[in-house]
């Protein structure tokens, strides 16, 4: 089975700009959350999504959103890039999102210049 | 509320001797628990899984971790530490509810000297 899979692995993006990041979920698991990862911060939840719904939602900015995908795939995007954005972005994808062990993916690493 | 701790920011052994990392929990009733490990530039993969069943759990790469209530702790242990189990590791509490309200410890770095 294949896991979760994030595109692109490593963008580099300069302030004032937006950026959409890619999520494919382990085929039949149809929670998807983002999670932001910095050296400062740790792990901070940004967005959950079940059955194309934004289930939760962290306590980030409104330029961050994502969508899910009627295949569970899922899209985060960030406008207005920041330096501040510049972070380790990881997925993971679960049967439920309740309870159920979250796979992750690679992430992608985003550096605003 | 719910809150969990990892007593060490970095913890060096040994190749060949054995592995502690400890976390405590707080938690108003009894929740999941977790250990995640990553590599450099990789994301999160699950060593273990806690979930009441019992209370010595066994993961993967020859880890395991024994939940203690009346301490409220779930420490990883190893017997015997191989150069590639360096790495980040990462305790995770999880009540019976979404993603949204998993939180992750600040983890802890392990280093294995040859």
């Known amino acids: 089975k294949a896991g979760v899979t994030q595109t692109p692995r490593y963008l580099i993006k300069t302030r004032g700009q937006q950026v959409t990041l890619s999520c494919s979920p382990i085929?039949?698991?149809?929670?998807v959350s983002w999670y932001q990862q910095t050296p400062g911060q740790g792990l901070q939840f940004l967005f959950e999504?079940?059955?194309?719904?934004?289930?939760n939602k962290g306590n980030f900015p409104g330029r961050f959103s994502g969508r899910q995908f009627s295949n569970s795939r899922s899209e985060m995007n960030v406008s207005t890039l920041e330096l501040g954005d510049s972070a380790l972005y990881l997925c993971?994808?679960?049967?439920?999102?309740?309870?159920?062990?979250?796979?992750f993916g690679n992430g992608t690493r985003l550096t605003v210049t | 509320a719910q809150s969990v701790t990892q007593l060490d920011s970095h913890v060096s052994v040994s190749e060949g001797t054995p592995v502690l990392l400890r976390c405590n929990y707080s938690?108003?009733?009894?929740?999941?628990l977790f250990w995640y490990v990553q590599h450099p530039n990789k994301g999160l993969q699950l060593l273990l899984k806690?979930?009441?069943?019992?209370?010595l759990v066994k993961g993967i790469n020859g880890f395991e971790a024994e939940f203690k209530k009346s301490e409220t702790s779930f420490h990883l242990t190893k017997p015997s530490a191989h150069m590639s189990d360096a790495a980040e590791y990462f305790c995770v509490v999880s009540p019976y509810s979404s993603a949204s309200k998993i939180i992750f410890g600040s983890g802890t770095r392990l280093s294995i000297r040859p």
């Open positions: 085929s039949g698991h149809r929670s």
């Open positions: 993971a994808s679960s049967v439920t999102g309740d309870n159920s062990p979250l796979h």
């Open positions: 999504y079940f059955s194309e719904t934004q289930r």
């Open positions: 806690y979930t009441s069943a019992a209370t």
């Open positions: 938690s108003s009733y009894s929740p999941s």
